[in-house]
């Protein structure tokens, strides 16, 4: 994080407390601390979704499986909701489409069509013949949404990996973006903070020569709740792993190894520099205690894109929708009522 930068806006920031949360504003950014031990977790003073919870509940393993031809790959996805206005979510390095917070999806088919899908080589979609690159996933991504014939702008979410698809989508594809959230993010070069090695050994054990799309989701998760969740919340709640989606990760050791180049490749050559081209709303969400994408990247974005909203979740790890699904999820839809619409 620039220091300069980190300086001039801490001099301006001005502090409002409102409800139980803590807005700061400073320059063009408006961060939001939530504080999820309260009794009161509603946004901008919003009902709290639970009272709008609806008894038919959107289950994402019935919905059934389509895939398109898109390239050089078949993209397996699933389409479900009501409303003209499109959000599509791009999952994170390894993740299935199944790897969303169903209180989340529930809430959002509630108003718009939302589009989930596995990544190329990920899942239910072939790995193809081109070069892995979060460039390549950001053309894969629209390709999908020209092949399904999406002609308007769409609202884009992205998570871990998926939100720096998100960006690039942004960078080379912004006829396509309405509204943009970043969860659990980063820009590259420099200013990057490292994640710890929670990370480090999760993508060693996916690439694993011996393991499989077959290996179960328990011997997976049991590396991949040290990514998700702080010690302190794991403790606290010895149910954690039920929090997690099933078949939430599914990709073979050779595709792994190809998406985590990838990843490294666009963190180090990629340059915080370039958010100011971003011209959409966008929404940039964090766990204060994220310790795979530190809450400092996302400070970062925040800076950068002219009049971003950041929104960090208190006691929340790299899987805070997971932890506090109706706090997280509030978080999204105020974003998404609020925000104006190019």
């Known amino acids: 994080m620039n220091s300069n930068s980190t300086r001039k806006n801490t001099s301006v920031a001005l502090t409002i407390i409102f409800f139980t949360f803590l807005l700061i504003v400073s320059g063009n950014t408006a961060t939001l601390l939530v504080d999820i031990n309260s009794s009161n977790q509603n946004v901008f003073g919003q009902l709290n979704q639970s009272a709008l919870t609806s008894n038919k509940l959107i289950d994402i393993y019935k919905i059934p499986l389509q895939k398109a031809a898109v390239g050089d790959i078949e993209i397996a996805y699933k ?20 790897f969303w917070d169903p209180h989340l999806l ?20 072939t790995a193809g013949d ?27 979410m992205g ?26 993010s980063m820009c590259g070069g420099k200013d990057v903070i490292p994640p710890s ?29 040290d990514v998700l969740f702080p010690p302190k919340w794991m403790m606290e709640n010895p149910d954690y792993l039920t929090k997690i989606p099933r078949q939430g990760v599914s990709i073979n050791a ?24 971003i011209k959409v709303p966008t929404l940039v969400i964090v766990g204060t205690e994220d310790s795979v994408t530190s809450p400092g990247n996302s400070l970062n974005l925040a800076e950068g894109i002219p009049g971003a909203w950041l929104i960090q979740i208190k006691g929340g790890g790299h ?19 609020y925000s104006p619409t190019p």
């Not at 003209?84 to 390894?94: A, C, Q």
């Not at 529930?106 to 979609?125: E, M, P, Y």
């Open 130 to 156: 081109k070069p892995f690159s979060i460039k390549q996933f950001a053309n894969d991504t629209v390709g999908l949404l020209d092949t399904l014939g999406v002609t308007n702008k769409v609202d884009i």
């Open 159 to 184: 998570f871990s990996l998926g939100s720096l698809v998100a960006q690039e989508i942004a960078y080379m594809h912004q006829d396509k973006v309405n509204r943009l959230i970043l969860y659990g």
């Open 106 to 125: 529930n809430q959002l088919a509630k108003n718009n069509t939302v589009i989930v899908f596995d990544s190329r080589g990920i899942g239910n979609t």
């Open 254 to 277: 050779s595709d792994a190894t190809k998406t985590l180049g990838a990843f490294m490749s666009w963190t180090q050559t990629e340059s915080c520099d370039k958010l100011s081209a």
């Open 197 to 225: 090695t929670a990370l480090q050994n999760f993508t060693n054990a996916l690439q694993n020569p011996d393991r499989t799309n077959s290996t179960s989701d328990n011997e997976t998760y049991g590396v991949l709740d």
């Open 79 to 98: 389409t479900f909701g009501n409303g003209t206005n499109t959000i599509l979510l791009i999952s994170g390095g390894s993740n299935t489409m199944n």
């Open 319 to 337: 899987g805070v929708m997971f932890q506090y699904p109706e706090v997280f999820t509030n978080a999204v839809t105020s974003f998404l009522d």
